[in-house]
């Protein structure tokens, strides 16, 4: 079936839900797991240095859940000015075949005015979306 999930995080407990349920997914299916997560681009050092380190942070959490499953996982921080586009475009390019994530389950007015990369991601995915809540 699946042989390779894709987990997009930000760090939220929805993400870290999203993120033990697609670990539970990759085990049981026998599938490999890659952690994302996408940072806008900066342009100021600091910005950047402190962006760099929460991304880590979120990165070894994804880690070390894949580990204790003793799964294969790769763990990538990337840069895209739009997340739901850089995640599919990641997902496309490595071959993913079903990405994992979470949502933060706005209303719909939250949703127009904060807009939805889990949407977003439905709308515009040719990949299979597995949304958690």
Known sequence: MYK???VPTDGSSRSERATKAGVELAKA???RITGLYVTDPTYVRELDEGLNEHSDKILDAFAQEAKSAGIPYECIAIRGE???AAI???AEKKGCDVIVMGTHGRSR???LLLGST???LLADCDIPVLIYR
Do not use: F, N, R
């Open 4 to 6: 390779h999930i894709l």
């Open 29 to 31: 299916l026998g599938a």
């Open 82 to 84: 739009s997340p739901h």
């Open 88 to 90: 599919i475009d990641y």
């Open 109 to 111: 007015v939250g949703k």
């Open 118 to 120: 889990a949407a977003s």
